[in-house]
């Protein structure tokens, strides 16, 4: 008999799918309960769910499992509807899902700056189109933060979606063709995306986490469960064993796993495994595990899981958002609250009215596809409305516009000069002034390619600078983020070896990213950066931000910078800028549209210090040289132990801890005396 919770919201509850195709497994929606409180943790920094972000791939399994459950039920009795499947899951997706779109968009509209907004627009037309994954991993580029994407976790359901959409045609072609190679074929399929996501994973970390055909193999496993692929347990001791291992491995990731760990990878088999044995092991009867998860709180958090799913990140992000900060720990219980709260409002108000209407024939599955076709239209050209107006800016004076603009305030060809090719081509257009007074080679990451407006003051009467910054690739020997960039490094270096009119090398990079990780502590504009993974030229990957890692770090720069001393070129040393852990322009902007109109913004020498206690002593290590001359950005950056991002009106910086060009500009007295200083 059905498990019967009860609530304080009147109202039939619907049966999960897997009550109507067999019987409802209460302990399901617990595990449920489990991966939704893990996300919201993890989101909302709370506990130790460092690792909470693996309760989505719990959630793949469960509905690998519970949707193959039902449909190869009714293909197997003949009773299999393709578009009485597709109605269930408009009827089970969509309302929420736009509801939540809608309310989103309005805080949007008042909350977001035009750049911001402009992002989000994109994203709207992305969820709105089940492809929010694909744009996300467009998206995921080095600069993006959190703030810009309230709709950063609709994601997976984008990947539900596309699951949703393929597998159902491909289960009735295999039980009616190859009925007794169904579990070989889709076995096959889930060996090789689980084999591509951990090949891939290395060079394009991105692609494998938001796109569809590297995350198959966790529905898929969820899928092979219920068609039998395992044999059912019916040993009692071995049932709680496989039950408890289960759990064991899911809460061992939520605590142990952490945003440094590659993922997804082979990391993802912790909590996919754990949600496999936690099923599997419900099928062959009860177990402690079970009953406890079948408890009536779980159980009813289950229930309303998808709902705070949607619900939590929006108001979390837009918290954060309005109060230019990361939520206090008082505060980010009081949203944790709010989440679930509002999830359980939106499952009784929203989901259950349009899963189970009172009257059908009013509802009926014309209708129901007409409304969602509509729906989805509607909202993606709202959302490319709002991207290709750029935000509406018009709804801020123009002091705010001036302000957001500064996020604009870098070497416009940048991106285009990102490619080594490029760089390093004859009469190069990514070169910084006059190519045939060429003498400075510009070697870094992008904090190097920052250093463009003090470079291209220097360009207008002095020498030209052959630019050699690539975005995620600091300027070492032998290390770097993947093959590309050590390959690249080399070519650099191949260059100013042979080209004995560059006579001096700048060299710039974030080291703190390197040897510490995101600027996480000092503010909220990084917590949704991507994170680098060193390695060496065999390939061998340095865990994250380790003592062996800093090792390759070091030796890495030691190398290359002795080969460059070696063959008397000059070397100029840019140590740290200051970073501000706030986005500049952006948080500016905000300001200034509530009427706050701050003199200085920015971080103590202290704290600069301290987020540099790595990266200083890296640099101090290379020693003395007659031609090694080192700049300090903190001379022109923090007067009277104050660091400015911002001052006499003017963001000096165009995200959190890219100089701008007026930012860089302060520097050029400093760059370029330490250019006079060759010996």
């Not at 983020?481 to 700048?506: F, K, M, S, W």
């Not at 003199?599 to 200083?616: M, N, W």
């Amino acid at each position: 008999m059905p498990f019967a919770v009860s609530s304080p919201f009147a109202g039939p509850r619907p049966a999960p799918i897997s009550a109507r195709a067999g019987t409802y497994r209460a302990d399901i929606d617990g595990l449920r309960a489990l991966a939704v409180i893990a996300v919201v943790l993890f989101h909302a920094r709370l506990g130790s769910a460092a690792g909470g972000f693996v309760g989505v791939d719990v959630f793949f399994v469960i509905s690998g499992y519970l949707i193959t459950k039902l449909i190869d039920h009714e293909i197997l009795t003949g009773r299999f509807s393709i578009a009485h499947f597709y109605e269930r899951r408009i009827r089970r997706l969509f309302p929420a899902l736009f509801a939540m779109l809608a309310a989103a968009a309005i805080a949007a509209a008042i909350l977001l700056m035009p750049d911001n907004f402009a992002k989000f627009g994109r994203n709207v037309a992305g969820a709105a189109g089940f492809v929010s994954n694909v744009f996300l991993w467009e998206q995921g580029s080095y600069f993006e933060a959190a703030e810009a994407k309230p709709l950063l976790h609709t994601w997976s359901l984008a990947i539900e979606e596309q699951f949703y959409l393929l597998f159902p045609p491909l289960l009735m072609l295999l039980r009616h063709r190859f009925r007794h190679h169904t579990v070989t074929v889709l076995g096959g399929i889930a060996l090789a995306s689980f084999v591509a996501s951990v090949v891939a994973l290395r060079a394009a970390q991105s692609a494998v986490f938001y796109l569809p055909q590297y995350r198959m193999w966790e529905l898929l496993c969820g899928s092979l469960l219920a068609l039998g692929a395992i044999p059912r347990i019916d040993n009692a001791y071995v049932r709680e064993f496989a039950a408890l291992a289960g759990l064991a491995l899911i809460l061992f990731a939520v605590t142990a796993l952490a945003e440094t760990t590659p993922f997804p990878g082979a990391a993802a088999l912790l909590p996919c495994a754990g949600a496999m044995l936690v099923i599997h092991a419900g099928e062959g009867g009860k177990t402690v595990v079970g009953q406890i998860l079948s408890s009536r709180p779980l159980v009813f958090i289950g229930l309303i899981s998808y709902s705070v799913y949607l619900w939590h990140w929006p108001l979390i992000v837009f918290f954060s958002y309005y109060i230019i900060d990361e939520p206090s720990f008082a505060q980010s219980l009081l949203l944790l609250a709010a989440s679930f709260v509002i999830g359980a409002l939106s499952w009784r108000f929203i989901e259950l009215p349009f899963r189970k209407p009172k009257d059908p024939a009013v509802h009926g599955r014309r209708r129901v596809f007409g409304l969602a076709a509509a729906t989805a239209a509607v909202s993606a050209a709202a959302g490319g409305t709002i991207y290709f107006s750029g935000g509406f800016p018009g709804r801020f004076s123009p002091a705010v516009d001036t302000m957001e603009n500064y996020a604009r305030s870098q070497n416009p060809r940048a991106d285009r000069c990102a490619a080594t090719a490029l760089q390093l081509a004859a009469g190069s257009p990514c070169t910084i002034g006059n190519p045939r007074r060429a003498t400075l080679f510009l070697w870094g990451d992008s904090h190097a390619g920052a250093l463009y407006g003090a470079l291209r003051d220097i360009a207008r009467t002095g020498p030209a600078t052959v630019y050699g910054a690539t975005p995620r690739c600091p300027p070492l020997l032998g290390v770097g983020t993947d093959a590309d960039c050590i390959a690249g490094n080399q070519r650099r270096l191949d260059y100013v070896l042979t080209h004995p009119e560059i006579t001096t090398v700048i060299i710039a990079a974030r080291w703190s990213l390197y040897s510490r990780g995101r600027a996480t502590r000092y503010g909220p504009a990084e917590n949704n950066a991507d994170l680098p993974v060193l390695q060496d030229a065999a390939g061998h990957r340095y865990p994250q931000f380790t003592a062996e890692a800093r090792r390759g770090l070091r030796r890495g720069l030691y190398t290359l910078v002795a080969r460059l001393l070696a063959a008397d070129k000059h070397v100029v040393l840019i140590y740290p800028v200051p970073e501000m852990g706030y986005d500049i322009p952006s948080t500016i902007a905000r300001l200034t549209a509530e009427g706050r109109h701050p003199a200085s913004f920015g971080v103590s020498e202290a704290q600069y210090l301290h987020r540099q206690r790595y990266a200083i002593p890296l640099l101090d290590g290379l020693g003395r040289h007659p031609n090694l001359t080192r700049v300090y950005p903190e001379q022109a950056l923090c007067p009277g132990n104050q660091c400015l991002g911002f001052a006499d009106g003017t963001p000096l910086y165009f995200d959190s801890h890219h100089l701008s060009i007026p930012g860089s500009r302060r520097l050029e007295p400093l760059l370029a005396a330490a250019l006079h200083r060759r010996s």
